[in-house]
């Protein structure tokens, strides 16, 4: 509970120090909208750095569902191994004698 209320503290400080400098012009904010152009400017970076990210998990995400699907058919084919049935899959290059 300590820690939390130490955070909260933390945090009010930072932001009232962020306004009063705003405030005072000692930090710029051409908007007039209380948040350092600093800041909105590291949002940005930080905004395109997450689209980019999820862009690359949503392809890697992709690969994987076609990944599980060919697993799932290999594993049907094990199966059916398993109950002796004849293989479906593809023919070894080199027949064994």
Not at 7 to 14: G, M, P, R, S
Not at 26 to 47: G, H, T
Not at 65 to 78: I, L
């Amino acid at each position: 509970m300590k820690t939390l209320l130490i955070i909260t503290i933390v945090l009010l400080a930072i932001a009232g120090l962020s306004f009063i400098l705003t405030r005072t012009g000692k930090v710029k904010d051409e908007n007039k909208n209380a948040v350092p152009d600093s800041v909105e400017e590291k949002m940005k970076a930080i905004r395109k750095e997450i689209k980019a990210r999820t862009k690359r998990v949503k392809e890697e995400v992709a690969d994987v569902k076609v990944a599980a699907k060919e697993v799932t058919k290999q594993v049907s084919q094990v199966v059916d191994a398993a109950a002796g049935k004849k293989r479906t899959g593809r023919k070894p290059k080199n027949p064994k004698v």
